[in-house]
């Protein structure tokens, strides 16, 4: 990784944290880009595999995920022991805004004080 991709990756973080959005932690936020980006459906097995940890780990981040609207657990109509991690519009605008800040940051737009928090870009329509 390049100095000037960590220095863009740095100024995304900044803007994150300043952003007044919930910390996520690696773990948390790596679970929801893989709900987000790759084919479903997800299961915590399946998802505990893809990160190499236990299915109790993924169980604790779905939970905070889950309290935050980001993600949501629901039922396989077709086997009822299912249980399917599910994207949400609210986890959709989450990743959006912080799409939007990466890019920014990747762009040097100024001051990562002067940008938009995170929650204003993704309520932006």
Same mark, same amino acid.
């Given at each position: 990784?390049?100095?000037?991709?960590?220095?863009?990756?740095?100024?995304?973080? #900044?803007?994150?944290?300043? %952003?007044?959005?919930?910390?996520?932690?690696?773990?948390?936020?790596?679970?929801?880009?893989?709900?987000?980006?790759?084919?479903?459906?997800?299961?915590?097995?399946?998802?505990?595999?893809?990160?190499?940890?236990?299915?109790?780990?993924?169980?604790?981040?779905?939970?905070?995920?889950?309290?935050?609207?980001?993600?949501?657990?629901?039922?396989?109509?077709?086997?009822?022991?299912? #249980?399917? #991690?599910?994207?949400?519009?609210?986890?959709?605008?989450?990743?959006?805004?912080?799409?939007?800040?990466?890019?920014?940051?990747?762009?040097?737009?100024?001051?990562?004080?002067?940008?938009?928090?995170? %929650?204003?870009?993704?309520?932006?329509?």
């Amino acid at each position: 990784m390049s100095e000037v991709s960590l220095s863009g990756w740095m100024r995304a973080l #900044v803007g994150y944290v300043r %952003s007044g959005e919930p910390d996520l932690t690696n773990r948390q936020m790596a679970l929801l880009m893989i709900v987000y980006l790759t084919p479903g459906p997800h299961t915590v097995r399946g998802l505990a595999r893809v990160l190499g940890v236990s299915k109790p780990v993924v169980t604790r981040a779905l939970n905070t995920l889950g309290a935050l609207g980001y993600l949501r657990r629901e039922r396989d109509q077709d086997d009822r022991r299912n #249980v399917f #991690v599910v994207r949400t519009s609210t986890g959709a605008d989450f990743l959006e805004g912080f799409k939007r800040n990466i890019r920014g940051s990747e762009r040097g737009d100024g001051d990562p004080a002067r940008r938009p928090a995170l %929650s204003q870009l993704a309520h932006a329509r």
